[in-house]
């Protein structure tokens, strides 16, 4: 079953406006980390924020921001005053359990694309 | 941040040779590393966890006697594809795991393999 869930494969928005970029898991271990990461077209992974299912308050990271609705198994990314430079495809992981490996698993994924 | 240095960034082969990829953690020890597929405009798709000193730890689809890896030292892990075809054309992408702050995860810059 898919634990990670991106529903939307691209999305538009307009330059100095803010997306959401969804994403929902399901995890049945109550300790969990949640990871949104940005790949631009080099294929690089860029680390942009992290959400802790333990933490009582939203992941704030500059222009990233993490709506994360625990009951609803939602950590939607959010990006404020989007710039050409965010267009990328951008991926919501999830680690299971209290584990420091450092394992992941990837959503599919979803491809933003910043109109001027 | 951590870095993670993956070579080489491109690699053609012919078919029927093989192909060796490094990663290297170049400013930390990584007790452990992992390997990601990924196709093109699709999600990271885990290959196998490499471990230093150890067998590595393939995921279920996986081929080991294809995907040779090799965690030698606590900074350097080696995927080699064994007699590569046009069908492990992909993307391949290494993560070494270590804590700074809230990130777990430090990517290479991922290698991309065309078997012609």
């Known amino acids: 079953a898919q634990k990670i869930t991106q529903t939307q494969p691209g999305m538009f928005v307009q330059e100095k406006e803010a997306v959401t970029l969804d994403c929902t898991y399901d995890t049945s271990d109550p300790s969990y980390g949640l990871f949104w990461y940005k790949q631009p077209s080099s294929g690089e992974m860029i680390f942009l924020i992290y959400q802790g299912s333990y933490d009582q308050q939203n992941a704030t990271e500059g222009r990233y921001s993490l709506n994360f609705q625990k009951a609803r198994k939602s950590a939607n990314l959010v990006i404020s005053a989007s710039q050409l430079g965010d267009s990328a495809m951008y991926f919501c992981?999830?680690?299971?359990?209290?584990?420091?490996?450092?394992?992941?698993?990837f959503g599919q994924g979803t491809t933003l694309q910043v109109k001027p | 941040g951590a870095v993670v240095s993956q070579h080489p960034s491109r690699v053609i082969c012919k078919s029927g040779t093989s192909v060796k990829i490094e990663c290297r953690s170049l400013?930390?020890?990584?007790?452990?590393m992992f390997w990601y597929r990924q196709f093109p405009k699709q999600s990271l798709m885990l290959m196998a966890t490499s471990n230093e000193g150890s067998k590595a730890t393939y995921e279920q689809g996986v081929e080991k006697d294809k995907f040779l890896i090799n965690h030698a030292s606590l900074t350097l892990s080696t995927l080699t594809v064994t007699s590569a075809h046009p069908e492990d054309s992909s993307f391949y992408i290494c993560?070494?795991?270590?804590?700074?702050?809230?990130?777990?995860?430090?990517f290479g810059q991922g290698t991309r393999l065309t078997v012609v």
């Open positions: 992981a999830m680690r299971e359990g209290s584990s420091n490996t450092g394992k992941l698993i």
């Open positions: 400013d930390f020890q990584a007790t452990t």
């Open positions: 993560s070494a795991y270590r804590r700074v702050g809230v990130a777990e995860a430090f």
